[in-house]
């Protein structure tokens, strides 16, 4: 087995695009793996594909957008595995719109609880079980993160927030031993984030 051997990673958005294929290599490396999205369906899916190159693979329901749902999350996880090592904030959705084209403000909200909120609601809970194991919290940002791109002005906005909540954090765990890590990626094929994104009306583009 590779490096992740016996560790514990919890993966949330894992029920397609890059959250699936991560889960997939971590259970390659020989890694316990517990998977979390809203489409249970979907997430039975990656969880098979898993459990075929390592069996040891748990399949959480629920919205990173409830606060409850990511308590479940982590205690379900712990119950299961009896540790997380790694907590990898990847659900994320976007939007794909110029801002005075834009008829449902609602939509900034929603990108800022699934981009941002989405993954303190997950971190909050599993903090304490990363500093047991010296663990680490990875968000899957972007590099909207840093630099404002046009047609995204919500979807940069929220990440700029992940940025900064991870960049406070870090210096806060610093001590206990827990490492925070944020990726900030560029353009991804086969994510689907594109088809996924929100347009003026506030809808997913398909």
């Not at 119950?79 to 008829?103: K, P, Q």
């Not at 088809?195 to 009306?201: I, L, M, V, Y």
């Amino acid at each position: 087995m590779g490096k992740l051997s016996e560790k514990t990673v919890v993966i949330t958005g894992a029920s397609s695009g890059l959250g699936a294929t991560l889960a997939v290599e971590c259970a390659k490396e020989g890694a316990q793996v517990a998977i979390f999205a809203r489409n249970g369906g979907k997430l039975e899916e990656v969880a098979k594909a898993c459990g075929d190159v390592r069996g040891e693979t748990l399949a959480v329901v629920g919205d990173v957008t409830v606060p409850e749902d990511g308590e479940r999350l982590v205690a379900e996880t712990v119950d299961r595995f009896g540790r997380i090592d790694y907590l990898v904030a990847n659900a994320g959705v976007s939007m794909w719109t110029l801002f005075e084209e834009v008829e449902d403000l609602e939509l900034f909200r929603k990108l800022m609880e699934v981009n941002y909120l989405g993954a303190v609601y997950c971190v909050h809970p599993a903090l304490q079980y990363l500093q047991e194991s010296g663990g680490v919290f990875v968000a899957v940002s972007s590099i909207q993160g840093k630099v404002g791109v046009p047609l995204h002005t919500g979807y940069s906005a929220s990440k700029h927030a992940l940025q900064g909540f991870c960049d406070a954090l870090r210096m806060e765990v610093e001590e206990s031993g827990v490492g925070v890590m944020t990726v900030l990626l560029h353009w991804l094929r086969g994510t689907q984030l594109r088809k996924n994104a929100f347009g003026g009306d506030g809808q997913a583009l398909g």
